[in-house]
């Protein structure tokens, strides 16, 4: 055991089997006592340059310091917990934005409202061994975007900056 | 003409010589430098390297920058990209969140990822598959038209393809031709290298960051500034070459190594190491040559309330410098420290380790209660220099950006309506502007402009090499 | 090698010498021969033509065999306490250009700075006995330099006349400076027509966040540039990976980087002028570079990511959040860089790894979301791959690391010190870093410029910084007509 917590409790007669992911920066040099994100068993560790000096040792009722940011199961398709996870993994402040997708964001505009070719799937190229022409033809490849285009422009929200 | 000596001209008299000229010289600076530069009208001006014509056989943003460097200032560049595939830096997104979708052939649900914006705008893009004895033709008549080409391939790669200058001087002796990469000649010749490999392996990132005493680890440049700013580095030497090229008629081959390029802006660790053996090591937000000039943990958000984490958590942190023994004094006195002033007199004992970490932990434990727009309000009203560590929402939003045009809305021909960064921040010039057309095109894009129009090639050709991916 | 001998140390006074180059030469150990690299780099790839063909025509060895790109070119230069207009003027001397430095007559105060105050490791004047710090003696290389008091109307004459001589005048002191003096580019560019202007600045000479001063008259210098455009909020940790304060701060450069990042694109801006002016029948002009900007350039992306969907790019530490792997992570003694994106890349890096610890194979490989190219850049699978990599890398040093990654031709490299880099067996055999024997301050280590190595017209180092107005009577007497006499009576005057 080391910088990951496969954990092997024994939770209502089934193996917990998930392993915490204990992520090098935050846990390189740490002591401290960490939960499992599925079965809730907290962990007494104590890391020393990367490896585990001391546990991990079960602290059945105690509370964990901290816990682990990304934790999975291999054994059950691999079904995982994302950080920010309340109770079960530790929130990652850190983003660049109030909600986390970590899959593509479909955009049709921009943040000052014109219409941005952030969404997919687009309409099928016409040209000659992959040209493409200097213009989009909006109004008729996307009509249903250069109508919601027309609704913008119409109630002001389209803005220069 | 001789003078006619009879005649007094307006233009031999000294001073103003029209109304014009006066007003210009009766012109506040700051006003004469907004006409000057006449942001927004960079159009209506020539390009300095109008004519060039650069083949840009590169990926990721290393070499990549160092045309579009070219390209911003006039100079057609075309961008090869292997056939399909494009360069791999279409792939990169931050956190996979953010992607541009084209008008597809193939793969409607691939898009281009934002890592690609910025290193290769306002080039035409074409495809070939060059290492095919079919295309070498095609290959070799673009090295006959134009100035230069920029490679990234691993050393030897282009040489075995009968590509490299030892083939291409021999067909256009005015070819300057640039290999960039990771190492060079020598024994790690064929490492591969990123941005990254220069931050860890020359050095930067070793001199970066907060000390382990701190509990610090070093830190990494976020931003690709290495491969960026090797990039432009090439550009000197490219622009170098054709100032040479203009006496002498001859091109040059230059070998480029980008990690070593991080090792050069490492400024006094070299010398420091081999006079002395000292080992330049990471200070923080702190200087190791000036104090006080550093960054400072404020204790109150400017925003407290935003939804974004980046405003909500990270408003917090100012530049504080005061070095000069003035202005030191009176960042004592304002931050109620009158004590450190009369222990650090002298900017020779501030600087020292231990009075650093003794003067900022007193500045930031007077920050605590304090707001970061605060502090730096404080600071500025005392006459002294401080500054918030902006972000790119409020970089965004800076006034001066967008009079300067640093920043702008640019309408892409392609994609539509994106802000872009690049191009016009990386220097004014008020006659020969730079500027950016578009951010950059589809995998093979420009196709038939180039093999047809500019190669001759006829369109069944063209069209056949693209049914069998050799374009 | 160096004889061995016994030393006794009492303070560190006695360690100073120890590492003088006359003591301790660089390097300690020779760098590899061309033969064994002829026999274990380029005959493994089958490369040796091109091997010996690159080694004959790029040499570093060969440079000064060879003509100078810029020769010709002059460059009057006035620009005190930043690296911008230092760098730039680097770049053009080391090009073959003649820079002309303009200091006030007590000198640049750049050349007071050194790490920490400690004087004793400054640079003495042999002859003089003049100290003079590294960062300035190393950036101001190539250079000449002259004293002269701007304020003053002699001084201003001066530089008029020396102008004259200059394909371009760089200006780095502060907003509208040389202007209220007369001798900006608005009175110039009336003497001169074809005369290019280029101003470094932090922020800019103009604009409503122009460079301050403040109010005891001291300058804004590097990191206000990077706070002012976001690179320095986009680097360091995040508070989620340690705590604010140990690292967990934004963080700036250890250097000032955006110094150097203007310093570059107002060469660039100033040869791209040049060549319009001579090539294309253009004219001199007015230019502006600044540090802020320059490094906006160059930030990846991130703005443009703001415009399309309103995100604020965060830090994220030693690792990237656009491409896995691609990340440092720390090892048994130290940090190593890994990067590989494509399939081809990432799996030869799993490769690698399962020899060592098949567990990789199986957390990593087998995982359905990591077979996808650009989900793997997805946080909690930077931090999966991250952790299963650092369990790998904390068994293992640096140099094993990096073998055993060269093995499947991975992109990966030690993080180095500076001793490190100078040692480094390909970086000396180049070499990286270089010994120059100056007249004035002994044998220094410099960083070799990169574009130093050419076919034709490779850049070179010539000379590092010189004493505080060295060369004030060969240029006055050469480009301004001013004898010794008068230049002795200027001085007299504080005007030189």
Known sequence: MCDIIWCKKEVDGKVCNTVNYLDPYCFWNWEGKVNCAECGAVYYIHMIQGHMYKGPEERPGEKPDTSPLYADKPLDGYTNYSPGVEGRTRPFQCLPRDIYLGVPDMVKFSVRGRPVRGWRPQPPSAGIAGSMPYSWDLKNGSPEVWEEYQKRLNSGEVKDW | MAKDLRVTRIEDLPGPKSKEELEEMKMPYEEYCRQQFDVGNEFSKPQALDGIRWLSTTMYIFTPHSVANIAEMGAEVIKIEMPRMGDPMRHTSPFNECYLYPLHDSRPMTGAGMGFLGANDSEYYITMDYHLDEMKEAFYRMVKMSDGLTECYRPGTFDRWKQSYRYVQELNPRFIYVWGGGFGYGPKCFGGSYDILGQSHAGLGSVTGFHETFGGHCAKHSNWCIDWYSGTQITFGMLAALHWRRKTGLGTMIEFSQVQAATRCLGYAAPLYGRFGIVRQRWGNWDTQLCAHGIILCGKSDFPDAKNPQDKYDARYAMVSAFQDEDFKELCAVTGNQQLYDKYKATKDRVEGEAQVEIYAALEKWAEDKSRSEVVKILQDAGLLAEPVMNDREVYESEHFRQRGSIRWIDDPTYGDVLVQSAYSSGLMAKTPRRQTWIWRTVGADNVKIYHEMLGYPMSKVEEWYEKAWI | ?496
């Open chain 3, 1 to 496: 090698m160096a004889e061995k001998r016994d030393i006794e140390i009492n303070s560190r006074a006695d360690t100073m010498d120890l590492m003088n180059p006359e003591i301790r030469p660089w390097p300690v150990t020779p760098p590899p021969t061309a033969e064994w690299v002829m026999e274990n780099t380029y005959a493994k790839r089958k490369a040796e033509d091109f091997g010996k063909w690159s080694e004959d025509n790029l040499r570093f060895e060969y440079a000064f065999a060879k003509p100078e790109a810029l020769q010709g070119k002059r460059f009057l230069c006035a620009g005190i306490w930043r690296l911008g207009n230092k760098f730039c003027t680097a770049l053009l001397a080391e090009a073959g250009a003649e820079v002309i430095n303009i200091e006030p007559p007590g000198g640049d105060p750049l050349r007071k700075l050194t790490p920490f105050g400690r004087e004793e490791y400054m640079l003495e004047d042999k002859m003089t006995g003049e100290k003079c710090g590294l960062d300035f003696l190393h950036e101001m290389r190539g250079q000449k330099s002259v004293t002269l008091n701007l304020e003053t109307e002699e001084g201003q004459a001066i530089f008029k006349a020396l102008a004259a001589h200059c394909d371009a005048v760089i200006d780095e002191m502060p907003p509208g400076y040389m202007d209220n003096l007369g001798i900006g580019y608005r009175d110039l560019s009336e003497l001169y027509p074809s005369l290019i202007y280029c101003n470094i600045a932090v922020r800019g000479t103009w604009g409503p966040y122009k460079d301050k001063l403040s109010k005891f008259g001291q300058w804004t210098l590097e990191p206000f540039g990077g706070c002012a455009n976001a690179f320095v909020h986009n680097t360091g940790f995040p508070q989620d990976q340690l705590p604010r304060k140990s690292g967990g701060s934004p963080t700036r450069s250890g250097v000032w980087f955006a110094d150097y990042v203007a310093g570059e694109q107002a060469a660039n801006t100033i040869l791209a002028a040049m060549y319009w002016r001579d090539e294309l029948g253009g004219t001199g002009q007015f230019c502006e570079v600044t540090g802020a900007e320059s490094q906006l350039d160059i930030l990846d992306f991130d703005i443009g990511w703001y415009g399309f969907n309103g995100s604020i790019k965060a830090r994220t530490g030693g690792w990237d959040p656009n491409l896995n792997q691609y990340a440092w992570n720390p090892c048994r003694d130290g940090y190593m860089m890994i990067g590989g994106q494509t399939d081809r890349l990432w799996y030869r890096i799993g490769m690698c790894i399962e020899r060592d610890m098949p567990q990789f194979g199986r957390l990593i490989h087998e995982d359905p979301i990591l077979k996808e190219m650009g989900a793997r850049n997805a946080l909690e699978m930077l931090t999966k791959t991250y952790t299963m990599t650092a369990r790998w890398l904390r068994n293992i040093n640096r140099i094993e690391a990096e073998e055993k990654l060269m093995e499947y031709e991975i992109a990966a490299g030690p993080l180095l010190f500076i001793d490190e880099v100078a040692e480094f067996p390909h970086f000396k055999y180049r070499p990286w870093v270089a010994t120059i024997d100056t007249d004035h301050y002994g044998t220094i280590l410099y960083s070799v410029p990169p574009n130093n190595y050419q076919m034709r017209t490779p850049h070179r180092v010539k000379s590092m910084g010189r004493p505080t107005g060295f060369d004030t009577y060969e240029i006055l007497q050469k480009y301004a007509g001013v004898g010794q006499t008068k230049v002795n009576e200027l001085k007299g005057k504080g005007v030189i």
